[in-house]
């Protein structure tokens, strides 16, 4: 079978374009190839977090991978810091990496912005999260356009490794969604829906009671013309909309365009929040259920021990074949 890796940070709360963008897509991957979810708390620490919110994050993000449908008897949940691994081999990595192509990341000239108090963590974090990817002998990692460049980082690491001091590491491939892998804010359509935007209507988050999604898209923004077509580029707002329900329901697009003709805005709005509370409805009452019976932590000591053995056997070659003498 083929081995996917995919790893989030436990950093705010997971909205719809989280779900509709990852944990949606990772549920019939467990059908199709060796998974492994992994929450990745040390790259949260890059900027700094309160250590209790980030503890609790931790096992929140967990048992919504569960809450989602998850199986841990078909796939390896665990946290990234329960597996020493990840920080040898992100060293190892970092000795074969470049100052000037981690210089180049854009997400590190957003964050870091110039600043000199900006982290070395944050600087080198993208090859944590190449050895992240390699050390599982990863074939697919699926990932948002966004992260594109990050993972042509590990494929370029990987293969100059394996140049350099043979073949070790498999070379990944991307897993890009075609469909609702770009869910845009209900308050600016023109940018995707985000954990750190500034106001809450910018999204759905997983937890959000009923009545709170109905009052988010009450005020999701649209346009001044009254007509509901599918024209991203121009009608931004609407057309989030229609991806959003087509995504919750299972209708395509054009069957919505097609019913929801003469129809007003407000109809479409709140069909789309019914839409929305009918799928989270079932994976809240699965996440309280995960939450309060001890499951969460049970599946991720399970799934740290499964990642150190796969990764170890990795790790082991990697430094025999960069010299480092073998353990007693």
Not at 29 to 48: G, K, M, N, R, S
Not at 110 to 117: A, I, L, T, V, Y
Not at 242 to 266: N, T
Request: some cysteine; hydrophobic content about 35%.
């Amino acid at each position: 079978m083929k081995r996917v890796f995919s790893g989030m940070q436990p950093t705010g709360n997971l909205h719809l374009g989280n779900y509709i963008g990852a944990l949606k897509q990772f549920i019939p991957l467990q059908e199709e190839a060796e998974c492994f979810f992994c929450v990745v708390d040390l790259h949260a620490l890059t900027i700094p977090r309160d250590p209790e919110d980030l503890r609790k994050k931790t096992l929140e993000l967990a048992g919504l991978y569960l809450a989602a449908g998850l199986d841990p008897d078909k796939s390896t949940l665990f946290v990234q810091s329960h597996n020493p691994a990840h920080s040898e081999g992100a060293w190892l990595l970092q000795c074969v990496a470049r100052m000037g192509e981690l210089g180049r990341m854009t997400q590190f000239k957003d964050k870091g912005k110039g600043s000199e108090s900006a982290t070395a963590g944050l600087f080198t974090y993208p090859v944590l999260q190449a050895a992240d990817i390699l050390l599982y002998d990863t074939d697919i990692v699926p990932i948002g356009e966004d992260q594109k460049q990050h993972l042509e980082l590990s494929r370029d690491l990987a293969e100059r490794f394996n140049r350099q001091y043979g073949k070790v590491f498999t070379v990944p491939e991307p897993k890009i969604g075609k469909t609702g892998a770009r869910v845009m804010g209900l308050d600016n359509p023109n940018k995707k829906m985000s954990k750190s935007a500034d106001s809450s209507f910018n999204r759905i988050e997983l937890l959000d009671d009923p009545d709170t999604i109905v009052k988010k898209f009450k005020r999701a923004v649209t346009d001044s013309e009254n007509e509901i077509r599918y024209d991203p580029q121009n009608k931004p707002g609407i057309s989030n909309l229609l991806d959003i329900y087509s995504e919750m329901s299972g209708e395509s697009v054009d069957s919505l365009v097609e019913r929801y003709q003469g129809k007003g805005y407000g109809h479409l709005k709140l069909d789309t929040a019914d839409a929305v509370i009918q799928v989270l409805k079932p994976l809240q009452d699965r996440y309280r259920d995960v939450m309060e019976s001890g499951e969460v932590k049970r599946v991720l000591a399970q799934g740290a021990e499964r990642a150190r053995e796969v990764s170890g056997n990795t790790l082991q070659k990697v430094q025999e074949a960069m010299g480092l003498v073998p353990r007693g």
